[in-house]
Each structure stands twice: as structure tokens, then as C-alpha cells.
């Protein structure tokens, strides 16, 4: 049903308080049918919010999953359900899953360290794709997966949604916009302070070898964003960092965990513009800063979760002009139920684009290059904190036998 251009909210679409009417009587609160299907593979805690997300969005439905954890794919299932009456189709292999004629495209949501091989399969299908980050533990996977993704004939979509969350989704309009409210960017600041890592099956999470370590494996989507802001080429990094706090008793396997849980990381860029990031993840709330200086004005961007009885939890976005412009104080948000479903609705908006850009629409979502380019300077960081020297990342790229 072609509305025009009135506004469809898909949360009125989706409310069961409507479901009394018969469909005949329905206009407004009409919701067309899917176009697309998509198989789900990893059903942990992303791909259980894909799975959410794909039906609250509505464009799309899942057809199928396949995880090998049994409760994963009940979780899934339980999922599912909240959103519709028809079987999800469990999976017995990877590759009936890939090759299922019934799909249009494929969300890899699993754990980091398979995403090479898993990515290796799934472009037998010529299936749309949709890779959770980091694309890779290693420089080397990660350049593999970005030649794949260059040639790929179809969208091959890395899911660094962050840029969808509403205080940087809102920044990004305002200092690249055509607003530009702080003029040319000289300094970026990222801060995350947040809680440990949380469980994972088989807690792949708490070692180096299966996610690639806490920059590559977390920090990437700072390092993306960073990257988005500077608008140009890292040229160094320097970075201090250890496993202080967190897990630094736990054994799985009869392994050690060896990852890092606080780092502070200097990025200096091609254009002149410097950047950092500070990480503690010994932090009893969830809170992202970003500070953007530029050489007409001031930007903060913040989002806490403190989970306090008078809790001061949000986001805003305080913008501070030279004197000829007025200063602004914004509360970026989506709506609730859209927020809800996980990521500040950020992994929502990162779907809204994934079926756009199937349907050919040009969109911001982010791409192999920019994929390989958050691994670049994760890498780099996590090769200062070993070295505790400057990392060059040219020669860092050279070192791996890469060059972009
Ligand atoms: N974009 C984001 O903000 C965001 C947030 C969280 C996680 N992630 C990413 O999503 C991925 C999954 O993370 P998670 O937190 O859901 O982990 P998880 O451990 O909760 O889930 C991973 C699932 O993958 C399954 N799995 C393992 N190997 C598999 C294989 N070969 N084939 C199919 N399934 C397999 C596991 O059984 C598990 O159910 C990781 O790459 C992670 O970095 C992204």
C-alpha cells in the first residue's frame, strides 16, 4: 500500500491495542507485508536483538536461525514469538542456513573470531550481509574481509551502529551538517566508563585470542567514530593500558583471561587533528562522553545509564558558539519503544538502512573500508600498549603486509 509521505509510525502499526480492527478498516495503522526475509546465524545477545529489531522494524521478517547453543536458539525462538505466529526455521549447519532459497540476505552475528570463516561461506550465497564488529580479531582477517566486501556484488553492511545511537547520530548532523556548529574540528574526545564485560557463551569475550583483545573487540566503534569525526587518515597512535581490575582471576578452559579493561589512546591524523579515547570498564554505570572542539565552537555529547533510584540517566548534547551564534542544549532521542530494543535504538536505525540499502537507497551505514580502518587504529593501540612506544600506522600496516 503506497501511504505518500504520511507519517507511518511502525510503533502504531505494531500495537496490539489494534488488533481488534478488521483489516479492511485499516489505513493508517496498515502494516505492508515484509519484502524481505533474512536468516539470523549467532543467536546470542546480538543476534537475538537483530532478530527483535528486523520485526519491530517490519520491512523485513526472519525466516530462520542457526546457532549450535541449544539456548540460544530457544532464546531466539522466545524472541520471535513476541512478534509472530509463524516457525522460525532452526538450522541444522551453517551452510543450510547460507543456502536457504527462502532468504534475501544474512545477519552474522557470532562471536569475533569466527567471522572470517563464517564470512568465507556466506558470500557463496550472494546473499545481502549484515557483519556484526569488529569484522575481524586480526589486521590481516579484517584486510581479507575488506577485499571481500569491496568486490561483494551485493550490500555487505558492517554493523558499527554506533553512529545510529541518537547523541552521535545528532552530533554528526550538527558539525558535519550543514549547520557545522563548531567550525573546522581540531580535537575529539571519546570516553566510555562502563561496567565489565558481560557473559558470552563459552566467554570468548575474555580473551585476546577469540575477540581480537578489548580495543579491536569494544573499542572499534569509538575508533570508527573517531575516525568519522577527523575525517581523514590516522597517521600515529599511542596508547597505555592494562587488565587492572576485571577478570583478572577468571580461568575458562584452563586458560587465563588476558584482556585489557581501562586504556588511555592518542590518535594524531593526517589533517592535524588529534584525537583520544579513555576506557575504564571498572565503572559501576554505563557513560559515553564525546568532546569536539573545532575553531568556532564547542561540542558535548554525552549518554549515561547509572542505574540510580533518582537516576540522573539520558543524553544531551551542549553546544557552545562563538558569540555570533546562538548555543544550543539538545536531548537527542528516538522514540521509547524504538530505544528499547536495544542499543538506544541505534541497531534499529542500522536496520532501517540495511533493507535501504538492499532497496538500492544511498545511506551512512558503514563499509568493509571504515570496518578495516576501526581495526587499523585498535590495532595500532593495542600494539603502543605492548611496545609502550609510539605506533606509526603506516609501518604498523606494513608489518602486517597491508596496505590501504
Ligand atoms: N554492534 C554492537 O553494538 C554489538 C554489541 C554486542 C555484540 N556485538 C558483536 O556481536 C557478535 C556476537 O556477540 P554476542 O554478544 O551476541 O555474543 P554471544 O556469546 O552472546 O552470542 C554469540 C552466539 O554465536 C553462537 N556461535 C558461536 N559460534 C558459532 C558458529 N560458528 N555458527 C553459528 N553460531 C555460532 C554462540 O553459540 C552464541 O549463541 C560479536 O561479534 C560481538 O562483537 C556487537
Same mark, same amino acid.
Given at each position: ?20 480492527? =478488521? ?10 507485508? =515484509? ?7 549467532? @543467536? ?99 584486510? @581479507? ?21 541518537? @547523541? ?27 561496567? =565489565? ?16 583483545? @578489548? ?142 540499502? /538492499?532497496?538500492?537507497?544511498?545511506? =551512512? ?19 603502543? /600498549? ?19
Amino acid at each position: 500500500m503506497n501511504k505518500g509521505k504520511m507519517i507511518n509510525s511502525r510503533l502504531f502499526t505494531k500495537n496490539p491495542r489494534f488488533s481488534y480492527l =478488521p483489516d479492511g478498516d485499516k489505513y493508517f495503522l496498515a502494516s505492508d507485508e =515484509p519484502k524481505y526475509k533474512f536468516n539470523v546465524i549467532g @543467536t546470542g545477545t546480538m543476534g537475538q536483538e537483530h532478530i527483535r529489531v528486523t520485526m519491530l522494524e517490519g520491512r523485513a521478517t526472519i525466516n530462520g536461525i542457526y546457532d549450535p547453543n541449544e539456548g540460544s536458539v530457544v532464546g531466539a525462538q522466545q524472541q520471535f514469538a513476541q512478534f509472530s505466529d509463524d516457525e522460525l526455521t532452526v538450522h541444522q549447519s551453517l551452510e543450510a542456513a547460507c543456502m536457504d532459497p527462502e532468504v534475501d540476505g544474512l545477519i552474522i552475528a557470532t562471536p569475533n573470531y569466527t567471522h572470517i570463516d563464517l564470512v568465507k561461506k556466506a558470500i557463496e550465497s550472494g546473499k545481502h550481509i549484515l557483519l556484526e564488529k569488529p569484522i575481524a580479531t586480526t589486521l590481516e582477517d579484517a584486510y @581479507t574481509i575488506y577485499e571481500i566486501g569491496e568486490e561483494y556484488p551485493a550490500v555487505f553492511q558492517i554493523g558499527l551502529q554506533y553512529r545510529y545511537k541518537p @547523541t552521535y547520530r545528532e552530533t554528526i548532523n550538527q558539525v558535519m551538517g550543514k549547520s557545522q556548529v563548531v567550525g573546522d574540528i581540531k580535537t575529539v574526545s571519546i570516553a566510555e566508563h562502563r561496567v =565489565p564485560f558481560l557473559d558470552k557463551v563459552n566467554q570468548w569475550n575474555k580473551f585476546s585470542e577469540f575477540s581480537g583483545d @578489548t580495543l579491536v573487540e569494544k573499542c572499534c566503534h569509538y575508533f570508527d567514530l573517531l575516525n568519522l569525526f577527523a575525517d581523514s587518515r590516522p597517521v600515529d597512535v599511542y596508547a597505555s593500558g592494562s587488565q587492572a581490575v576485571n577478570f583478572t582471576e577468571f580461568e575458562y578452559d584452563g586458560k587465563k583471561s588476558d584482556i585489557l579493561d581501562n586504556a588511555m589512546v592518542i590518535i594524531n591524523y593526517e589533517n592535524g587533528v588529534r584525537a583520544n579515547f579513555n576506557l575504564c570498564m571498572f565503572a559501576p554505570m554505563f557513560y559515553e562522553e564525546l568532546v569536539i572542539c573545532g575553531d568556532d565552537g564547542y561540542l558535548k555529547a554525552w549518554e549515561k545509564v547509572d542505574f540510580l533510584p533518582q537516576s540522573s540517566s539520558g543524553t544531551g548534547i551542549d553546544i557552545l558558539r562563538a558569540d555570533e551564534s546562538p548555543s544550543l542544549r539538545i536531548t537527542p532521542n528516538y522514540p521509547a519503544p524504538i530505544e528499547r530494543s536495544g542499543h538506544h535504538g541505534a541497531t534499529f536505525m542500522e536496520h532501517v538502512d540495511f533493507v535501504n540499502n /538492499i532497496d538500492g537507497i544511498e545511506t =551512512p551505514t558503514a563499509t568493509a573500508l571504515e570496518g578495516l580502518w576501526s581495526i587499523a587504529v585498535a590495532s595500532a593501540a593495542q600494539e603502543s /600498549i605492548k611496545t609502550g612506544q609510539v605506533v606509526k600506522v603506516n609501518d604498523h600496516l606494513a608489518d602486517h603486509k597491508i596496505e590501504i
